[in-house]
């Protein structure tokens, strides 16, 4: 894979960081506890940042659009599903919308088709990372990049280069930053989301979305099979119910690419 490096700018938590650091240097000498204060804000600080998505504290991070519009998009994170991702499908051919789906690298190379009858469809890929471990970002520096550069492997083979990646469940760290931009990759968060666990909290789903729905936001939302049988023609409904919710709103569902203006992807040669 050819990767595309980048001068990377120092982020807001580098400048954060020296600027902590010389002033507990310095504050050592008058007063130490002072010194040991400052150094735990800024850990406490990073920490934090790991975990608010819509942060770019870390590095940079696109959590929304700046159309100013009553404009968002819809992504789906976790899939392929051979049980519920060609019935999102259908559910957005109806309203002739468009959506992002950011998939595992496992599970692509598990359902080949899902991936190619998303493309056919209209719909964007985006990388999620290999095996979509919720704890890949408290490892290491390798096993991290592991995970985004065989994810973006699995698409390259099938003839998507993925621009857009967004970390397993939103978290982030500093290392992410410098990964991305060796790979040629950007890192796309969220703004709007169910708290669905998964597709683990499935009812209700419309009613909390809607109810903070506003204008530039990316909405999240999972492909992935809910754990119960029972739930499966709930979180069906609910998509429906958030899809109609938009419009009834007065608001429009555009693709991804086109509320944030980056492309996420491009197509080669597909085998």
Same mark, same amino acid.
């Given at each position: 894979?050819?990767?595309?490096?980048?001068?990377?700018?120092?982020?807001? =938590?580098? *400048?954060?960081? *020296?600027?902590?650091?010389?002033?507990?240097?310095?504050?050592?000498?008058?007063? %130490?506890?002072?010194?040991?204060?400052?150094?735990? @804000?800024?850990?406490?600080?990073?920490?934090?940042?790991?975990?608010?998505?819509?942060?770019?504290?870390?590095?940079?991070?696109?959590?929304?659009?700046?159309?100013?519009?009553?404009?968002? =998009?819809?992504?789906?994170?976790?899939? %392929?599903? #051979?049980?519920?991702?060609?019935?999102?499908?259908?559910?957005?051919?109806?309203?002739?919308?468009?959506?992002?789906? @950011?998939?595992?690298?496992?599970?692509?190379?598990?359902?080949?088709?899902?991936?190619?009858?998303?493309?056919?469809?209209?719909?964007?890929?985006?990388?999620?990372?290999?095996?979509?471990?919720? +704890?890949?970002?408290?490892?290491?520096?390798?096993?991290?990049?592991? #995970?985004?550069?065989?994810?973006?492997?699995?698409?390259?083979?099938?003839?998507?280069? =993925? +621009?857009? @990646?967004?970390?397993?469940?939103?978290?982030?760290?500093?290392?992410?930053?410098? *990964?991305?931009?060796?790979?040629?990759?950007?890192?796309?968060? @969220?703004?709007?989301?169910?708290?669905?666990?998964?597709?683990?909290?499935?009812?209700?789903?419309?009613?909390?979305?809607?109810?903070?729905?506003?204008?530039?936001?990316?909405?999240? +939302?999972?492909?992935?099979?809910?754990?119960?049988?029972?739930?499966?023609?709930?979180?069906?409904? #609910?998509?429906?119910?958030?899809?109609?919710?938009?419009?009834?709103?007065?608001?429009?569902?555009? %693709?991804?690419?086109? +509320?944030?203006?980056?492309?996420?992807?491009?197509?080669?040669?597909?085998?």
């Amino acid at each position: 894979m050819v990767m595309r490096d980048r001068k990377a700018a120092l982020s807001p =938590a580098h *400048i954060t960081g *020296i600027v902590l650091i010389v002033a507990a240097v310095a504050a050592f000498f008058v007063q %130490p506890l002072l010194s040991a204060a400052l150094l735990l @804000f800024y850990v406490v600080l990073c920490v934090w940042a790991c975990f608010y998505p819509q942060t770019n504290f870390l590095g940079p991070v696109i959590s929304r659009g700046r159309s100013g519009e009553k404009k968002v =998009a819809i992504t789906f994170d976790d899939g %392929p599903s #051979e049980f519920t991702t060609v019935k999102i499908l259908d559910l957005l051919d109806r309203y002739s919308l468009r959506a992002t789906f @950011f998939v595992s690298g496992l599970n692509a190379t598990q359902y080949p088709g899902l991936i190619d009858e998303i493309i056919r469809r209209g719909h964007s890929i985006g990388n999620h990372s290999m095996r979509h471990d919720p +704890l890949v970002m408290l490892k290491s520096y390798r096993v991290l990049y592991r #995970e985004v550069y065989d994810a973006q492997a699995v698409l390259r083979k099938m003839g998507i280069d =993925a +621009l857009a @990646f967004r970390p397993p469940v939103g978290i982030i760290n500093p290392k992410l930053p410098s *990964i991305l931009n060796r790979l040629g990759l950007f890192c796309v968060t @969220f703004s709007c989301r169910a708290m669905d666990a998964g597709n683990f909290r499935v009812k209700n789903m419309a009613v909390r979305i809607l109810k903070k729905l506003k204008g530039d936001d990316i909405i999240l +939302l999972h492909d992935k099979p809910p754990r119960r049988s029972k739930d499966y023609p709930v979180l069906f409904q #609910e998509i429906e119910n958030i899809l109609t919710g938009i419009q009834d709103r007065g608001f429009r569902v555009v %693709p991804l690419a086109q +509320l944030i203006d980056r492309e996420i992807m491009t197509l080669e040669s597909r085998t």
